[in-house]
């Protein structure tokens, strides 16, 4: 896939799992183009991956080239005058738009977005007349200040485009509760303009151009949305990952970063992080000097540096978000009532407990009124009127460090020692369901092929194929142009997923490969299958040189074995491939 708008995970192969909701929303935005599909807000916490949902969204819907145009704007978190929001909305459209129907990346650039004379000569030369009109009327607009018709015009203006030209626009507005925090209407910013994404009313409610928007303070842009949008949105939750996503993420990353792990450190961080992509991101790219994730004492060390230490990553972070929210919600006994719940999240905790524990001198109203405000700063959960602590170990230890009624025992002592609790906990869990955990062992198994495929077989080439059945007379195993699993497109039919692709360099041959780590011998039924989306793999790709082969611990059944030879595919059980190098 072509990355039209460059994507902040970076490493496109880096983005992982997210399926269902991949899945999920293109198929709302393909529902777009017979007006069925209703504007919707992503909802979670932040650093759950959104932006990076939202961005692979984008590209999946530009490269996909059909009636619906993409359109992802960010609103920045820092004041604003509306006459200036304004042009810098209009211009991310026009030009998002002038690079889909002209298939022209340059205009993604934005360092090309200029004046409105500049815009309009671009215009002009695609031929987009429509365009150049909406440029001329929003000039004389911006010219005499009218930013209330300035805004009317361009808030409608990807609608209105769209539909100018026969096509659909899906609006991806990304941090969208910032529409009423950090716009203003004078040009000396004294005047906030607290009710803005009321305008929207009328706007979202088209099918043929709906809006898709997210947010880091789920509470605050749901707050919004009920108060000034209701019932225009649907909510579409976004949780952390399923542990089958997280360990394959896991894997890409030591990949990634050469920073082997084994399935036992793979099922250590996942369950410590709970599913968190930013943790897991977090881990692997901590700049502790002693970063170690190849052992469970060296895991410890790297998440308290992490999450104790303030430089840290995910201190950092999260205080940053806590010392924003803070003020909003008016500190007095904000910080008592988060310790608290944080202490007891296992369970609900009602309004007398928190004022006989706390001593809290205020009524049942002002507890809520606090406790609601702050619940929309994401920091505590709410259930049926009970409220709990964020379920989520490392955020305690985050919050904890910097307002526990003793830090200094809590840093050196409580919170390493509840770690260890912790960490033992889980690796008691792990002998106990030791065997059960294929989706570990296999993505373990890929990682150790793919590793050896990258750094090892080209030293060792004679070695590694004679660990290697029914391979070429020719083969030999070359420079890699790429090394990595892949799945099929989205909604592309017959989905399929291939563990190993190595993209040989020049005239050598690529591997397609699948990886069985488990008791089971491979089948015949499973090499038919293998060989069709491998086959399906090679058109989609454009492979046309390439040896399959089938890796299976357990080895193969004698059929299989007379059918991976018929159709030339190669085979191996050796456990070589997966010892440590």
């Known amino acids: 896939m072509k990355i039209w708008l460059e994507e902040r995970i970076g490493e496109p192969d880096l983005f992982t799992g997210r399926k269902k909701e991949l899945a999920f929303f293109l198929r709302w935005i393909d529902r777009i183009q017979r007006r069925i599909s209703q504007s919707t807000a992503i909802l979670s916490r932040r650093k759950t991956g959104k932006t990076a949902l939202m961005e692979r969204l984008y590209n999946l819907t530009f490269q996909q080239n059909g009636r619906v145009v993409p359109f992802y704007f960010e609103i920045r978190e820092t004041d ?11 211009f991310t459209f026009l030009y998002q738009f002038m690079a889909f129907v002209t298939r022209k990346q340059e205009y993604l650039d934005t360092a090309r977005i200029g004046s409105y004379g500049e815009a309009l000569k671009n215009a002009e030369r695609e031929g987009l007349d429509y365009l150049c009109d909406l440029l001329r009327k929003a000039e004389i607009f911006a010219a005499e200040e009218k930013t209330d018709h300035l805004w009317n015009m361009v808030r409608d203006a990807p609608r209105m485009t769209a539909l100018h030209y ?16 950090f716009i203003f209407w004078d040009k000396e910013r004294t005047r906030r303009a607290h009710n803005l994404a009321g305008s929207y009313l009328r706007t979202c409610e088209y099918k043929s151009a709906p809006l898709l928007v997210s947010g880091s303070w789920v509470g605050w842009l749901m707050n919004d949305l009920n108060r000034l949008l209701p ?23 030591s990949l990634s970063e050469n920073m082997p792990v084994t399935e036992e450190i793979a099922w250590l961080i996942a369950q410590l992080t709970e599913g968190s992509p930013f943790y897991i991101n977090a881990l692997f790219r901590s700049v502790f000097e002693e970063k170690d994730l190849s052992t469970e004492a060296g895991v410890q060390r790297t998440l308290e540096y992490e999450t104790l230490n303030l430089d840290g990553s995910i201190n950092t972070t999260w205080m940053e978000y806590i010392d924003s929210a803070f003020p909003r919600i008016n500190e007095k006994y904000a910080k008592d009532i988060v310790l608290y719940l944080s202490k007891h999240r296992d369970r609900r905790v009602g309004h007398r407990e928190l004022k006989e524990k706390l001593g809290l001198e205020m009524s049942d109203p002002e507890l809520e009124k ?14 049926q009127g009970l409220y709990r602590g964020v379920r989520d170990n490392i955020f305690d230890k985050v919050f904890r460090r910097s307002y526990a009624d003793d830090i200094h025992h809590f840093v050196t002592r409580e919170a390493p020692d509840e770690y260890r609790a912790l960490f033992n906990e889980i690796s008691e869990r792990y002998g106990r369901l030791r065997g059960d955990h294929n989706r570990y062992k296999g993505a373990f198994a890929e990682f150790m092929i793919i590793h050896r495929l990258i750094h090892d077989v080209r030293k060792e080439g004679e070695l590694f194929k004679s660990l290697m059945g029914n391979l070429p007379d020719d083969f030999v195993y070359v420079e890699y142009g790429e090394v990595r699993s892949c799945h099929s497109p989205p909604l592309h039919e017959p989905e399929f997923q291939i563990d190993v692709l190595a993209r040989a360099e020049g005239d050598g041959y690529s591997l397609i490969g699948e990886v069985k780590n488990r008791k089971a011998k491979f089948s015949v039924k499973e090499a038919g299958e293998f060989r069709e989306k491998a086959g399906e793999l090679m058109k989609l790709e454009n492979v046309d040189k390439a040896v399959l082969f089938v890796f299976s611990v357990s080895g193969f059944f004698k059929n299989t074995l007379a059918y991976l030879k018929k159709h030339g595919i190669a085979w191996t059980s050796d456990k070589r491939w997966l010892e440590k190098p």
């Open 231 to 253: 019932g225009r949105f649907i909510k579409k939750p976004l949780g952390n990952m399923p542990e089958d996503e997280i360990a394959e993420m896991i894997f890409r990353y």
């Open 370 to 383: 606090k406790l609601k405000a702050i619940f929309r700063s994401d920091i505590i959960e709410e259930d």
């Open 80 to 90: 604003q005058w509306l006459g200036d929001f304004c042009e810098e909305f209009f």
């Open 166 to 181: 026969n096509l659909f626009v899906v609006q991806m507005i990304d941090e969208f509760q910032f529409i009423n925090r």
